[in-house]
Structures are given as C-alpha cells and as structure tokens.
C-alpha cells in the first residue's frame, strides 16, 4: 500500500486547510486510515482517524470540532478538513494506514509529509 498526502501550505491563523491522503496499492486490505502530525522538537501525535467501511471517526481533543476527517472509498481518498488554524497546529501531517483495528497508534504503512504552518 502507497500513500500520497497532499494539501499542506502557510496559512494565516483563522484560516482553513485541506488535507488530501491517496492511497494505491493492496487498499482492500485497509481497515484505518489516519492522520498524525509531528511538530518541530516535538513528537509524532495522533490527530484523526476514519475507519473505511463503517465511516467512524476519531479525534484528538486539541482538533475535535475544527479538523474533520472523511473519505471517499470510491477514489481510495482520505481528506482532513481543518478550519480555524492556530499557529500550533504548524507541523508536518502524515498520512497512515492500518489493517487491524488500531486507531491512534501501531499503523502499517505511512506516507510522506506535507507541511502545514500557520502563522500569527
């Protein structure tokens, strides 16, 4: 299994970003797809995970009721839609995918980065 994030940019805070996570490959066999962040000096941090056939999402409390995380099975395709930025949500966001039932850690396979920084 492959996956390409995509979306990152320099945003102002208040702003809004998405987030896009295409996965190729074995997809049938992935049961999670999230998303993780790794700020600078900091480490890797759970943000948001959908499970694919029933659509149940999880959130970080630092990201529930701004970030949302959907899919679209038919394109292979997770988004992270993140609205009301603050400068600490400035990381790298990583894409990870899983096929047990895992939903914050112990993944399987992980994409590369895309940067996301929010100024002030």
């Known amino acids: 299994v492959q996956l390409q994030a995509s979306g990152g940019g320099l945003v102002q805070a208040g702003d809004s970003l998405r987030l896009s996570c295409a996965a190729s490959?074995?997809?049938?066999?992935?049961?999670?797809i999230g998303w993780f962040r790794q700020a600078p000096g900091k480490e890797r941090e759970f943000v948001a995970a959908?499970?694919?056939?029933?659509?149940?999402?999880y959130y970080a409390d630092s990201v529930k009721g701004r970030f949302t995380i959907s899919r679209d099975n038919a394109r292979d395709t997770i988004y992270l839609q993140m609205n009301s930025l603050k400068p600490e949500d400035t990381a790298v966001y990583y894409c990870?995918?899983?096929?047990?039932?895992?939903?914050?850690?112990?993944?399987?396979?992980w994409g590369q980065g895309t940067k996301v920084t929010v100024s002030s």
């Open positions: 990870a995918a899983d096929r047990g039932t895992g939903v914050r850690e112990s993944y399987d396979y």
């Open positions: 490959g074995r997809t049938f066999s992935i049961n999670v």
């Open positions: 959908i499970i694919r056939s029933s659509g149940s999402t």
